[in-house]
């Protein structure tokens, strides 16, 4: 941009004068262009997080149920322990 700029000021023969409309086109019509691929990435980026977070979410639920199930295991050990001044005995 700066070279168009630059071109386009120092020059006798200015293809775009000081308001620069060309320029300005060729701007808008590369944001025109770029702006739905854009969203498009970023719509699919929005998918891939929603998977590995549903992923993820999986994955901690069945952790939960292991330990749930540990701590069951401990409790039902404790109850037939017999435990008295710090010695436990089966």
Request: with cysteine.
């Amino acid at each position: 941009m700066m070279a168009w700029v630059t071109l386009n000021l120092s020059t006798p023969v200015k293809a775009d004068p000081y308001p620069f409309i060309l320029l300005n086109l060729m701007l808008s019509t590369q944001a025109a262009l770029l702006g739905p691929i854009i969203l498009m990435s970023n719509n699919r980026q929005s998918e891939i997080d929603r998977k590995r977070d549903i992923e993820h979410f999986l994955i901690d639920l069945r952790e939960s149920e292991v330990i749930e199930g540990m701590a069951s295991q401990l409790e039902s050990i404790h109850k037939h322990m017999e435990c008295e001044d710090d010695e436990c005995h089966w």
